[in-house]
């Protein structure tokens, strides 16, 4: 069975620039969560969907990122405009269940220079 | 403001050796204490969880310690091994509620040979 997987691996932009982050989940798993570990710092939440809705979007930093589930399948996580301290690894994570375990995918590596 | 703490930031151990990781929370709604393991270039992934009603589980060489009145926690790996190399993540989360894990900064441990 495929993973979580994301794309790009790696992403290297210039301040003021829009970047989007794509998310695929496990087939099947409804729950999708988004987290963000800046360097040396811990692994923090950002959003959590269940199918195509938004369940709690309570660690998104502000209005620059936006997150869509579309149909309930993958996810994109747009930033516009792209600051310096949005660098960072992106992670994405699915679920079968609210209580399930969540699998991580491998991040999105972001450099904003 | 970190709810949950880790140390040490990183850790050598010899191959065989005891490795030992300790965690500190502060949410008492705290519920489920998982530990993640990350090889470079991959996702975390889940390697052994605690639920506050038991004081220790162990998998294998892995082994939970939770002590829930001084809201600690700690990840003991017996007789270490080189491939054991990897940063570790606590994290906690409160079920039933939001379903976000709440991570350490991770702890990156080398186990020489």
């Known amino acids: 069975e495929a993973g979580v997987t994301q794309f790009p691996s790696h992403s290297v932009i210039e301040k003021g620039q829009t970047v989007t982050l794509r998310c695929d989940p496990i087939?099947?798993?409804?729950?999708l969560y988004w987290y963000r570990r800046v360097m040396g710092k811990e692994i923090k939440f950002l959003l959590h969907?269940?199918?195509?809705?938004?369940?709690?979007e309570s660690g998104m930093p502000n209005n620059r990122f936006l997150a869509e589930r579309t149909g309930g399948t993958y996810s994109t996580l747009k930033v516009q405009p792209a600051e310096l301290e949005d660098s960072g690894v992106y992670f994405c994570?699915?679920?079968?269940?609210?209580?399930?375990?969540?699998?991580f995918g491998p991040g999105t590596r972001l450099t904003v220079l | 403001q970190q709810q949950v703490k880790q140390s040490p930031q990183s850790l050598i151990v010899q191959k065989g050796g005891i490795s030992i990781i300790n965690c500190a929370y502060e949410?008492?709604?705290?519920?489920?204490f998982p530990w993640y393991q990350q090889f470079p270039g991959k996702g975390p992934a889940l390697l052994i969880a605690?639920?506050?009603?038991?004081s220790e589980k162990k998998e294998g060489r892995f082994t939970i310690s939770f002590n829930k009145s001084a809201k600690q926690f700690s990840l003991h790996i017996m007789d270490s091994q080189p491939g054991d190399s990897a940063t570790y993540f606590c994290?906690?989360?409160?079920?039933?509620?939001?379903?976000?894990?709440?991570f350490g900064k991770g702890t990156k441990l080398t186990v020489n040979p």
């Open positions: 994570a699915s679920s079968p269940t609210l209580l399930g375990e969540q699998f």
């Open positions: 087939s099947g798993h409804d729950n």
């Open positions: 969907f269940v199918k195509e809705s938004k369940q709690d």
């Open positions: 949410n008492t709604a705290f519920d489920y």
């Open positions: 605690i639920r506050p009603d038991v």
């Open positions: 994290a906690a989360k409160t079920q039933g509620g939001s379903e976000k894990l709440v």
